[in-house]
């Protein structure tokens, strides 16, 4: 059993996502509430005790293997098993069941803040949690994880289980163990564990210390995913496998070691052999990938790959070839300064700034201001100068320091943008496809070479903010767009320039979490009112990746793209933010409201035909609408079951059971009121208003009147009719 637990500022996002997920339903909980906005409330309250504390939310995934079936009984006690464990048995929970995987799953949302307004420890929380994941395989006799501390090879996370379910292919991870448990087996050195791998289509990159003599590292490619030995367990490890036999001695593993540096050299300057097409990412993001496929690490800040990270890659020969190629035909002022009456290189002309930061167009004048193509393929292979003044301009000849253009704009707008994690998009050229990954901010900028190289290619590079935030994106906007949201108080956290005079703004509505609702009606709302893109206007709209060309053909003037800029990046939340959400949050309720009210209408419509007086159905639906139209929207439908009961029951025309009836099939939405114990409570309900004792009153009245009456008629057996 995999257990996943996240620590959060906000409960409405986990709520909202807990209840309204398809297939969820509520089956233990210490709270009264019914839905996200009551329970959100409940918790709020407690929340008042400790109103200092940043991260009071712990939501946390409970995961069976795949096969591994529980009823909800079974559930409820893992959950509280799992509570009471992590000392959280005096504070506020929910636990949800969610059916929409393969796989059997619960979610657990608790309040870390106890009644008594103490916080739960969440010291050791990762150490415990385990601990009381392994306590449930053994109890319940479940396919045993091994603990992290002691894992040789590293277990499925739930992604990869979950890829593996639905698409019946094992993750790259997976695939990686298992071949490399096969070579590894009767091995007897590195060498043949090489051949081994890379006669199955393995390529392995290790790292060697002291001139050769230790092998200290190794990773693993297949179908262009890169992962560290690290990544697949401590058995992968070259400490790993040479307690499993496979060991590495210098006079005779040394020249398989040399000639996959060679490859790993060849793929780094991108000649032909290491062009390869982008291959499938890993679950767990793409960390590690080559220059063929979407990985973090691909490049370093400095703008050179991984495996030449040590050169100087303007004066090695051949290298920047990749990245050159799609300027070729628009080469002029390539030629780098030197003696001999060398040509000089062109100075570009001053170009705007932005906060220090300054724009990678030239701004040539010509009114287009598109990029030079020796700006364009130095500032792509991370190598860009600033404008280098002669002595007849300065005096002197000492370059200004070189800079990574592209980097700076990217780390730019990352910045602004103020999240933790990051979806990155690359749109390939020929087919429109979009290559996606998600990194942190620090990984994007560990990107940032393979990402330039990608875009060299002619594929565009888009950014979105990953998971649950308050941004949202305003697109296709024009200056005069831009200048009325400032004066409005809607001033973006990051405005990006994505052609000339067409402009996107992030626009920061909350440093809190806003539930996808919220973000798609605001985004909308902004969009219609400041003439951008309605089509763009949704709760995960792509924007574009500053520091990289918009490859889009329209854009193309004299074979050049225009470099996408970020220009005002405070990062900042608007001011008119607060007051614009309110009226958001307002209008959902209202149309919360009025689809709950058409939907307890809807429930109780259609009356089947044949029904009599006497039936329980009927005469419940039959009062459910009187009082709905009487108490409109509003209805406490938990209070209208009640009325409806205790009337029921007076009459005398219907047992206890068929009042039980009438609740459990008829009650409005009480599958997800009530979900986990609907039967439960349309007994006790029913018991309950058979037994109130203005129920038993009334019907103790009725017996006396009916007995009253059958005397009167026995003393006067002679009236005519």
């Known amino acids: 059993m995999i257990a996943k637990a996240v620590k959060g500022k906000g409960f409405r996002g986990a709520l909202e996502y807990d209840l309204n997920k398809e297939g969820g339903q509520v089956i233990d909980t210490n709270m009264a509430g019914s839905n996200a906005r009551e329970f959100a409330a409940e918790f709020a309250e407690i929340r008042k005790l400790r109103p200092n504390l940043g991260r009071?939310?712990?939501?946390?995934?409970?995961?069976?293997?795949?096969?591994?079936?529980?009823t909800n009984e079974q559930w409820r006690e893992i959950g509280k098993r799992y509570l009471d464990g992590m000392g959280l048995e005096k504070n506020q929970f929910i636990v949800t069941r969610h059916t929409d995987t393969e796989h059997e799953h619960i979610h657990i949302l608790a309040n870390r803040i106890r009644f008594d307004g103490g916080v739960s420890s969440d010291s050791q929380d990762y150490k415990r949690q385990e601990t009381i994941m392994r306590e449930l395989e053994r109890d319940y006799g479940l396919q045993r994880v091994a603990p992290s501390h002691e894992a040789e090879r590293k277990a499925p996370t739930k992604g990869e289980i979950e890829a593996t379910v639905r698409t019946g292919q094992p993750s790259?991870?997976?695939?990686?163990?298992?071949?490399?448990?096969?070579?590894?087996?009767?091995?007897?050195?590195?060498?043949?564990?090489?051949e081994r791998l890379e006669a199955a289509g393995v390529e392995l990159v290790p790292v060697v210390q002291l001139e050769g003599a230790k092998l200290s590292g190794l990773s693993y490619r297949l179908d262009g995913v890169l992962m560290k030995g690290s990544d697949l367990g401590k058995g992968y490890s070259p400490a790993g496998l040479a307690k499993r036999g496979v060991t590495y001695e210098q006079d005779r593993d040394f020249a398989a070691v040399r000639a996959s540096g060679e490859r790993e050299a060849r793929r780094g300057f991108g000649d032909a052999a290491g062009d390869i097409e982008a291959g499938p990412a890993p679950e767990r993001g793409g960390l590690g990938a080559d220059a063929g496929a979407a990985g973090a690490g691909a490049g370093g800040s400095d703008g050179r790959d991984t495996a030449d990270a040590g050169r100087d890659r303007p004066q090695e020969p051949g290298a920047g070839r990749e990245v050159q190629r799609p300027d070729r035909l628009a080469g002029q002022g390539l030629e780098s300064g030197g003696s001999g009456g060398a040509e000089r290189r062109r100075q570009p002309e001053p170009s705007r700034a932005a906060d220090g930061v300054e724009p990678l167009r030239p701004g040539s004048g010509n009114g287009v201001g598109y990029s030079g193509a020796r700006e364009r393929v130095l500032a792509l292979a991370g190598t860009a100068d600033r404008a280098e003044p002669t002595g007849?301009?300065?005096?002197?000849?000492?370059?200004?320091?070189?800079?990574?253009?592209?980097?700076?704009?990217?780390?730019?707008?990352?910045?602004?943008?103020?999240?933790?994690?990051?979806?990155?998009?690359?749109?390939?050229?020929?087919?429109?496809?979009?290559?996606?990954?998600?990194?942190?901010?620090?990984?994007?900028?560990?990107?940032?070479?393979w990402l330039k190289r990608m875009n060299a290619r002619g594929n565009d590079v888009y950014i979105r903010p990953a998971g649950e935030h308050g941004l949202v994106l305003v697109d296709d906007l024009t200056a005069d767009g831009i200048s009325r949201m400032v004066k409005d108080g809607f001033q973006s956290a990051a405005t990006i320039e994505t052609s000339p005079q067409n402009y996107q703004a992030w626009v920061k509505l909350s440093d809190k979490p806003l539930s996808a609702d919220v973000r798609h009606v605001a985004a909308q709302g902004l969009a219609k009112q400041y003439g951008g893109d309605p089509n763009s206007a949704d709760s995960r709209h792509y924007g574009?990746?500053?520091?990289?060309?918009?490859?889009?053909?329209?854009?193309?003037?004299?074979?050049?793209?225009p470099y996408v800029l970020a220009h005002d990046c405070p990062g900042r939340a608007a001011t008119a933010a607060p007051a614009y959400l309110e009226r958001i949050e307002q209008g959902l309720d209202r149309a919360a409201a009025q689809k709950e009210r058409q939907k307890r209408l809807e429930a109780l419509q259609g009356v089947q035909t044949g029904y009599g007086a006497g039936n329980p159905l009927h005469e419940y639906q039959k009062q459910a609408q009187r009082l709905l139209k009487r108490f409109g929207e509003g209805a406490d439908l938990s209070r209208m079951d009640w009325m409806i009961a205790t009337d029921m029951a007076k009459s005398g025309r219907f047992t206890v059971q068929d009042i039980e009836r009438g609740i459990r099939e008829c009650s409005p939405n009480v599958e997800s009121r009530k979900a986990g114990h609907t039967e439960d409570y349309a007994r006790r309900t029913a018991a309950n208003a058979w037994a109130a004792p203005e129920v038993q009153q009334h019907r103790q009245e009725q017996a006396q009147e009916q007995a009253r009456q059958a005397k009167r008629d026995r003393d006067s057996p002679g009236m005519s009719r």
């Open 56 to 70: 009071a939310v712990l939501h946390v995934s409970l995961s069976a293997a795949p096969g591994e079936k529980f």
């Open 172 to 194: 790259a991870k997976q695939q990686l163990q298992q071949l490399c448990d096969s070579a590894a087996t009767n091995c007897p050195s590195f060498t043949a564990y090489q």
């Open 392 to 449: 007849r301009e300065s005096g002197s000849r000492v370059p200004e320091a070189r800079r990574d253009r592209s980097l700076e704009a990217l780390q730019r707008q990352i910045a602004a943008l103020g999240v933790a994690r990051f979806e990155v998009g690359v749109r390939e050229a020929k087919t429109g496809q979009m290559m996606n990954r998600e990194w942190s901010g620090a990984e994007v900028e560990q990107s940032a070479a």
């Open 544 to 561: 574009r990746l500053a520091g990289f060309t918009n490859q889009k053909p329209q854009h193309t003037r004299d074979g050049r793209q």
